[in-house]
């Protein structure tokens, strides 16, 4: 819904008669031959320059809204049904923002005549009757935006997608680079798509406890299928779509003013089982198979770096492919990485950032990844994931199924753990929120590399030169291998 227009504290459309502030203004020439009103005016009932300004704020917006309304009826015609929610918008926008500026909240006619007190529907026809002028014929808009004329606006559950992501969940977005934007817009709208698979494109606001009862079913017998031979959704998967619309139905209304309308949503969870976790690399699988020379040679030379990146610094993978040339501290006393939030890039947590020093055959990885950095992969974290776990796989260096690229980091964690490293430094390398209260910067990066030393894995200097040999043209700046 659009807000009211601030306008320059100038007087225009201002005119003082006596003391008394009125609203003056020409109908514009381009909506002459739509509005018969030549020009426009109306006592703002104030004798204070600044209350004057507000409520002609409020009536030229109520009048801009009502020629662009008059403007979309002349243009379409018999219109689509997104054209007329939009005119129906704009009239009742003229019609809350009229109510506004005669001191009234717009009320609709059915809360006046059930709800609201007698005075106040009193109060509403008087002022009905005070605007009426010498005929005493009372003003259609007047009596539209005091007596509750104006149908209400209708939003589909498509169009409150599209405003929830044009305008509402603009800080969700706002430091995400391009693929993580649409890889966040992708999960909203599918979840947003299953709902309208389930009960069509309705109004948002014709969604009742019992729909979204019946949508909860729905996704039931998914998570539990009757058929024995169905493969059952996961419940944190039925939990994340019902969540999304949720969410959805909560922000809009919050949006347009209506924090307090119950969410039909609410109270919707499945139980999930606990995760399942991704087991570690063992020690002796990393040392005998994956840093054995020439285990990941003919591999694009990237991906054999970040592997070997991997190892030693326990860092999520996202966090490795999407490091800059200036996230390398090479040639520093003690050589580290650094993990940063940037105003074209998320990290996970605020907690994830820090600062890790490079030991062992990170070090050396790290060095010839520098000059370059990963820019094949960087924010493409789909495409690095399908080609390292296809590598991986075909040259059998998964221990086991449920191994996955994950392992290094989860080993990294547990080698720490094993070597009784402190846990306030675990959970700073790691990027993991700490439930110890926070002292200092978590230690020098001479400390945190020396207790890094502790868990080392011991390496062939063959794998390096294996690399280098089979990497000439790349390290010099030529062509990759695919």
Request: hydrophobic share 35%.
């Given at each position: ?176 680079s391009p693929n993580q934007r649409a890889s966040w817009e992708k999960t909203k ?150 993990i940063r939030a940037r105003t074209d890039r998320e990290v996970k947590t605020d ?44 040259r059998g260096l998964l221990e086991s199924p449920d191994h996955k690229i994950y ?76």
């Amino acid at each position: 819904m659009v807000g009211v227009m601030k306008r320059v504290d100038d007087n225009s459309y201002l005119e003082q008669r006596g003391r008394v502030w009125w609203y003056n203004r020409r109908v514009p020439s381009k909506f002459a031959h739509l509005d018969s009103r030549k020009r426009i005016k109306e006592s703002l009932g104030t004798t204070s320059i600044d209350q004057a300004r507000y409520k002609r704020d409020l009536l030229a917006e109520a009048d801009d809204h009502y020629w662009a309304s008059l403007k979309i009826a002349e243009e379409v015609g018999p219109s689509s049904s997104r054209e007329t929610s939009e005119a129906v918008r704009r009239r009742y926008r003229m019609a809350t923002v009229k109510a506004l500026a005669s001191g009234f909240t717009y009320q609709p006619i059915d809360h006046l005549a059930t709800v609201a007190p007698l005075e106040e529907a009193l109060a509403r026809l008087l002022a009905v009757h005070q605007n009426a002028g010498p005929a005493e014929i009372p003003k259609v808009r007047d009596a539209e935006a005091l007596l509750g004329g104006a149908p209400k606006p209708t939003v589909s559950v498509s169009e409150a997608f599209e405003v929830y992501v044009n305008e509402i969940a603009y800080n969700a977005q706002l430091y995400k680079s391009p693929n993580q934007r649409a890889s966040w817009e992708k999960t909203k709208r599918t979840s947003v798509q299953y709902f309208i698979d389930f009960a069509g494109d309705i109004a948002l606001e014709e969604i009742t406890r019992d729909l979204a009862l019946n949508y909860q079913k729905h996704w039931a017998k998914q998570v539990r299928p009757k058929d024995q031979n169905a493969k059952p959704v996961a419940p944190n998967t039925a939990n994340r779509h019902i969540g999304n619309i949720r969410s959805l139905y909560a922000d809009y209304f919050k949006h347009i003013g209506e924090e307090e309308r119950p969410n039909p949503f609410r109270n919707m969870h499945f139980k999930a089982k606990a995760r399942t976790e991704v087991p570690p690399f063992s020690s002796n699988w990393v040392r005998e198979k994956i840093l054995a020379p020439g285990a990941t040679r003919k591999w694009r030379p990237e991906l054999q770096l970040i592997t070997l990146m991997l190892i030693e610094t326990g860092c999520r993978p996202s966090e490795i492919i999407n490091l800059r040339v200036e996230d390398f501290h090479i040639d520093e006393p003690v050589p580290y990485i650094s993990i940063r939030a940037r105003t074209d890039r998320e990290v996970k947590t605020d907690t994830s950032e820090r600062d890790i020093p490079l030991v062992g055959i990170a070090l050396e990885a790290a060095k010839r990844a520098a000059p370059k950095a990963f820019a094949h992969y960087y924010d493409k974290g789909e495409l690095f994931s399908a080609n390292m776990m296809k590598n991986f796989r075909n040259r059998g260096l998964l221990e086991s199924p449920d191994h996955k690229i994950y392992s290094f980091r989860h080993a990294f964690e547990k080698r720490m753990q094993e070597a009784n490293i402190d846990y306030g430094l675990r959970c700073l390398l790691m990027g993991h929120k700490t439930t110890r209260p926070v002292y200092g910067d978590g230690g020098s990066l001479e400390y945190r590399r020396d207790e890094l030393l502790k868990i080392i894995h011991p390496f062939d200097p063959r794998v390096m030169e294996l690399f280098d040999r089979e990497n000439v043209l790349w390290a010099v700046g030529g062509s990759a291998k695919s």
